[in-house]
């Protein structure tokens, strides 16, 4: 089973930057699509960011211009770098790793990191 681990979150003040980071157990990127997810305290999870096997990308459109998602696949980590953060922006983010295969599916969530967005 593939673990994902998130760091990177934590407080910072509204206009600011953070740079979260997935790193997962082993090799994946090239079998499955990666995202970033996020969870604001009373709402639903919502996606932010995915980035697919072949690289491409898509944002939510809150997450569009400000958010940048990428990865590194030597050190089988996913980035999600953050900009112009807003109170808004407060959540829990989790990392997700999503497989859809013939015979099987996998989808796998990482324990998350908190980020606050606060003056």
């Known amino acids: 089973q593939v673990q994902l681990v998130e760091s990177g979150g934590g407080l910072v003040q509204p206009g600011g930057s953070l740079r979260l980071s997935c790193a997962a157990s082993?090799?994946?990127?090239?079998?499955?699509?990666m995202g970033w997810f996020r969870q604001a305290p009373g709402k639903q999870r919502e996606l932010v960011a995915r980035?697919?096997?072949?690289?491409?990308?898509t944002y939510a459109d809150s997450a569009k211009g400000r958010f940048t998602i990428s990865r590194d696949i030597a050190k089988n980590t996913v980035y999600l770098e953050m900009n112009s953060l807003n109170p808004e922006d407060t959540a829990v983010y989790y990392c997700?790793?999503?497989?859809?295969?013939?015979?099987?599916?996998?989808?796998?969530w990482g324990q998350g990191t908190r980020v606050t967005v606060s003056s």
């Open positions: 980035i697919t096997s072949a690289g491409s990308t």
């Open positions: 082993r090799s994946i990127f090239s079998t499955y699509v």
């Open positions: 997700n790793a999503n497989y859809q295969g013939i015979l099987n599916a996998y989808d796998l």
